[in-house]
């Protein structure tokens, strides 16, 4: 599976962005999508994600209010709308994949490279 992001940039803070990743390859096997980030000397966190199936979501708790992310399966993309940025959104974003296998059970992680958006105060 590869994954290619897109919609990063430079926004003032209470402005909104869109990102959006297009995932390629074995695109059936993916069981869910979603946007972590990483903000400089922080770990890679968890944004939103979205499950392929049925298309429940997941929000971490500081973008729940804010953040909306949706799917297209037909086009194999998930997008990110965030409103309301905050200088602390300020980060890489990485789209990522998840497939479940089995046996033994697991979950193969795939990532994209990654977007850069960057909130002014």
């Known amino acids: 599976v590869q994954l290619v992001e897109s919609g990063g940039g430079l926004v003032q803070a209470g402005g909104s962005l869109r990102l959006s990743c297009t995932a390629s390859?074995?695109?059936?096997?993916?069981?869910?999508m979603g946007w972590y980030r990483q903000a400089p000397g922080k770990q890679r966190e968890l944004v939103a994600a979205?499950?392929?199936?049925?298309?429940?979501?997941n929000y971490a708790d500081y973008v729940k209010g804010r953040f909306t992310i949706s799917r297209d399966n037909a086009k194999n993309t998930i997008t990110l709308l965030m409103n309301s940025l905050k200088p602390e959104d300020t980060a890489v974003y990485y789209c990522?994949?998840?497939?479940?296998?089995?046996?033994?059970?697991?979950?193969?992680?795939?990532w994209g490279k990654g977007t850069l958006v960057t909130v002014s105060s």
């Open positions: 979205i499950a392929t199936g049925g298309g429940s979501t």
């Open positions: 390859g074995s695109t059936s096997n993916i069981n869910g």
């Open positions: 990522n994949a998840k497939i479940v296998v089995n046996p033994p059970l697991r979950v193969l992680d795939y």
